[in-house]
C-alpha cells in the first residue's frame, strides 16, 4: 500500500525528460534483433515490459546488452534466431506477445509463449487467426496464454483488419516480412505506425497507401542495425499533462517527447477542452519529436467517440480525469478495446472514480462523467487493479483531493514507468 500526495499548496512545476517510449523500444530490439549488424538504443525504457522484449530476444539466441538505458542488440538475421530451450515468459506484456507471435510463426523452430496472470487472460485469437491465414500453426489455451508456435513456412495474404490494433497490425507485419510474395494489409482507423516507420529506417520496404489504412509489406529484406534515440512517451508525459492541467498554479515543460500523429489524441483533446499546451517541435529525421509546456486551465466538456480511440487508447483513463473536473458532461464511446487491457479499464475506473465521488456512469464501451459534481471521498483506499495505467492516473486524481489516500498495487508502474512517483515528486 502506498500513501499517495494529497492537493499540493502551489502548482506543478518545473522541466522534465519522461522515459523512452515503450512501443518503440519494443520494436527497437526486435528489429536490432532480426537485422544484420549493431543496432543501439539510447534513452531505452528500461521498464518491466521492455525489459521482457529484451530477456525473451536473449533466449532467441540474440547477444543483447545493456548499461542503463542504453542498449547494444547484436543483431542475427531474420533466419538467425534460435529456439529457446524453455518457455518464453512474456511478463505482463501484450505488446511483446502479439508482436513476437508474427515474427516466431515463420521461423523453422517451435515456441512456447506463457506470461503472468493479467496477461494470460488477454484474447490472443486477434492474432493466431489472421496468422493462421498466412499458414501459421499456432495453438491458444482457449484463445489465451500459453501458445504455442510451430514455425511454418508463411505466404502472403490480402487481410483487412478486424480490430483497429497496432499490435495485431505488427504482428502481421512481421509474418509477412518472412512469406513467400508481398503482403497487403488493410487497417479499420489508423492505429500507431512505429513499425512502419521502423521497419522503413532499418531497409525494410514497406508502404502505405493514400487512405492511410492500406499497408503492403515486400518479404524477405535485408535489415541492417540502426543506432536510434528513442522519444520521450507520450503516454507517459500524459499524466503530468493532465496533473498540471488540473492543479491550479502550475506550469511545466516535458522535453524531448514523441509527437508521432498516431499518438497525439490527447493533445487534441487536451486543447479542445480549452486546456492552456503549447507545443515547440524540432527537426528530426525519424520520429517527431518537441516540447510540451502547459498550465493550468478550467476545461470544457467534450465527447470522443470510435475514430478519435487508437490516438489516445492508453491515455483514456486521463481523459476520464479531465471529464471529472471539465464544467459540463462528457461522453467516450467507442472504446471497448479498454476492456482488455491489463485490466477491464472501463470497469477499473468507474469503481476507482466511484469512491472519489466521481459522477461517472459506465457504457458498454466507454464512460459518461458529469464534472461539475463536487468530489467527495467515499472510500479512502483506491486499487490500481494491478493496472500500471490505473495506478498512476489514480496517484494524479490523489492531487486533486485534500484528504490522505492509499493506493494499492502501486508497485504496478513498473510495468511502463518505474520512476513515475519520484518524477511526480520532482514537479511538486
Ligand atoms: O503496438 C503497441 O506498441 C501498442 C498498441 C496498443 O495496443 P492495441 O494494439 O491492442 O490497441 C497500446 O494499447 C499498447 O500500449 C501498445
Ligand atoms: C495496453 C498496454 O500495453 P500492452 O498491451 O503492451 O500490455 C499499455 O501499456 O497500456
Given at each position: 500500500?502506498?500513501?499517495?500526495?494529497?492537493?499540493?499548496?502551489?502548482?506543478?512545476?518545473?522541466?522534465?525528460?519522461?522515459?523512452?517510449?515503450?512501443?518503440?523500444?519494443?520494436?527497437?530490439?526486435?528489429?536490432?534483433?532480426?537485422?544484420?549488424?549493431?543496432?543501439?538504443?539510447?534513452?531505452?525504457?528500461?521498464?518491466?515490459?521492455?525489459?521482457?522484449?529484451?530477456?525473451?530476444?536473449?533466449?532467441?539466441?540474440?547477444?543483447?546488452?545493456?548499461?542503463?538505458?542504453?542498449?547494444?542488440?547484436?543483431?542475427?538475421?531474420?533466419?538467425?534466431?534460435?529456439?529457446?530451450?524453455?518457455?518464453?515468459?512474456?511478463?505482463?506484456?501484450?505488446?511483446t506477445t502479439r508482436l513476437i507471435m508474427g515474427l516466431?510463426?515463420?521461423?523453422?523452430?517451435?515456441?512456447?509463449?506463457?506470461?503472468?496472470?493479467?496477461?494470460?487472460?488477454?484474447?490472443?485469437?486477434?492474432?493466431?487467426?489472421?496468422?493462421?491465414?498466412?499458414?501459421?500453426?499456432?495453438?491458444?489455451?482457449?484463445?489465451?496464454?500459453?501458445?504455442?508456435?510451430?514455425?511454418?513456412?508463411?505466404?502472403?495474404?490480402?487481410?483487412?483488419?478486424?480490430?483497429?490494433?497496432?499490435?495485431?497490425?505488427?504482428?502481421?507485419?512481421?509474418?509477412?516480412?518472412?512469406?513467400?510474395?508481398?503482403?497487403?494489409?488493410?487497417?479499420?482507423?489508423?492505429?500507431?505506425?512505429?513499425?512502419?516507420?521502423?521497419?522503413?529506417?532499418?531497409?525494410?520496404?514497406?508502404?502505405?497507401?493514400?487512405?492511410?489504412?492500406?499497408?503492403?509489406?515486400?518479404?524477405?529484406?535485408?535489415?541492417?542495425?540502426?543506432?536510434?534515440?528513442?522519444?520521450?512517451?507520450?503516454?507517459?508525459?500524459?499524466?503530468?499533462?493532465?496533473?498540471?492541467?488540473?492543479?491550479?498554479?502550475?506550469?511545466?515543460?516535458?522535453?524531448?517527447?514523441?509527437?508521432?500523429?498516431?499518438?497525439?489524441?490527447?493533445?487534441?483533446?487536451?486543447?479542445?477542452?480549452?486546456?492552456?499546451?503549447?507545443?515547440?517541435?524540432?527537426?528530426?529525421?525519424?520520429?517527431?519529436?518537441?516540447?510540451?509546456?502547459?498550465?493550468?486551465?478550467?476545461?470544457?466538456?467534450?465527447?470522443?467517440?470510435?475514430?478519435?480511440?487508437?490516438?489516445?487508447?492508453?491515455?483514456?483513463?486521463?481523459?476520464?480525469?479531465?471529464?471529472?473536473?471539465?464544467?459540463?458532461?462528457?461522453?467516450?464511446?467507442?472504446?471497448?478495446?479498454?476492456?482488455?487491457?491489463?485490466?477491464?479499464?472501463?470497469?477499473?475506473?468507474?469503481?476507482?472514480?466511484?469512491?472519489?465521488?466521481?459522477?461517472?456512469?459506465?457504457?458498454?464501451?466507454?464512460?459518461?462523467?458529469?464534472?461539475?459534481?463536487?468530489?467527495h471521498v467515499a472510500d479512502p483506499v483506491l486499487d490500481a487493479h494491478n493496472d500500471h495505467r490505473i495506478?498512476?492516473?489514480?496517484?494524479?486524481?490523489?492531487?486533486?483531493?485534500?484528504?490522505?489516500?492509499?493506493?494499492?498495487?502501486?508497485?504496478?508502474?513498473?510495468?511502463?514507468?518505474?520512476?513515475?512517483?519520484?518524477?511526480?515528486?520532482?514537479?511538486?
Open positions: 500500500m502506498r500513501a499517495l500526495k494529497s492537493k499540493p499548496a502551489t502548482g506543478l512545476y518545473g522541466e522534465l525528460t519522461v522515459p523512452g517510449d515503450k512501443s518503440i523500444s519494443h520494436r527497437g530490439i526486435m528489429l536490432g534483433a532480426i537485422s544484420e549488424g549493431t543496432t543501439t538504443l539510447t534513452h531505452f525504457l528500461t521498464s518491466a515490459d521492455c525489459l521482457s522484449t529484451l530477456a525473451a530476444f536473449q533466449q532467441l539466441g540474440v547477444p543483447i546488452e545493456r548499461n542503463e538505458t542504453t542498449v547494444t542488440v547484436h543483431g542475427v538475421g531474420l533466419h538467425g534466431l534460435k529456439a529457446s530451450p524453455k518457455p518464453l515468459d512474456m511478463g505482463n506484456s501484450g505488446t516466431l510463426a515463420g521461423q523453422s523452430f517451435s515456441s512456447t509463449l506463457v506470461g503472468d496472470a493479467s496477461l494470460s487472460k488477454r484474447p490472443m485469437k486477434r492474432v493466431s487467426e489472421p496468422l493462421a491465414t498466412m499458414g501459421a500453426d499456432i495453438t491458444t489455451t482457449d484463445g489465451h496464454l500459453p501458445v504455442t508456435i510451430n514455425g511454418q513456412q508463411l505466404h502472403a495474404v490480402n487481410y483487412q483488419l478486424k480490430v483497429a490494433s497496432a499490435q495485431v497490425k505488427s504482428a502481421l507485419i512481421l509474418a509477412a516480412l518472412q512469406a513467400d510474395e508481398p503482403t497487403t494489409l488493410t487497417e479499420l482507423l489508423p492505429t500507431r505506425d512505429h513499425t512502419e516507420r521502423m521497419l522503413t529506417a532499418f531497409g525494410g520496404e514497406i508502404t502505405t497507401g493514400d487512405d492511410g489504412l492500406t499497408i503492403t509489406v515486400q518479404p524477405q529484406p535485408q535489415l541492417t542495425g540502426q543506432s536510434m534515440t528513442v522519444p520521450g512517451d507520450m503516454s507517459s508525459a500524459a499524466f503530468f499533462m493532465v496533473a498540471a492541467s488540473l492543479v491550479p498554479g502550475s506550469q511545466i515543460t516535458l522535453k524531448d517527447v514523441g509527437l508521432n500523429k498516431t499518438r497525439t489524441g490527447l493533445l487534441a483533446i487536451l486543447k479542445a477542452m480549452g486546456g492552456h499546451l503549447s507545443v515547440e517541435s524540432e527537426p528530426t529525421t525519424g520520429e517527431p519529436i518537441g516540447d510540451l509546456t502547459v498550465q493550468s486551465a478550467d476545461l470544457k466538456p467534450i465527447s470522443i467517440g470510435k475514430e478519435d480511440i487508437p490516438a489516445v487508447i492508453d491515455e483514456l483513463p486521463l481523459v476520464a480525469l479531465l471529464a471529472a473536473k471539465a464544467n459540463g458532461v462528457s461522453r467516450i464511446t467507442g472504446a471497448e478495446e479498454l476492456r482488455v487491457k491489463e485490466t477491464d479499464r472501463i470497469s477499473a475506473i468507474v469503481t476507482e472514480f466511484k469512491k472519489l465521488g466521481i459522477a461517472i456512469e459506465e457504457l458498454p464501451d466507454g464512460f459518461v462523467i458529469d464534472g461539475r459534481q463536487p468530489w495506478g498512476m492516473v489514480l496517484g494524479i486524481a490523489a492531487l486533486l483531493v485534500d484528504q490522505p489516500l492509499q493506493l494499492k498495487d502501486a508497485d504496478s508502474v513498473r510495468i511502463s514507468y518505474p520512476e513515475f512517483f519520484d518524477d511526480l515528486d520532482k514537479l511538486l
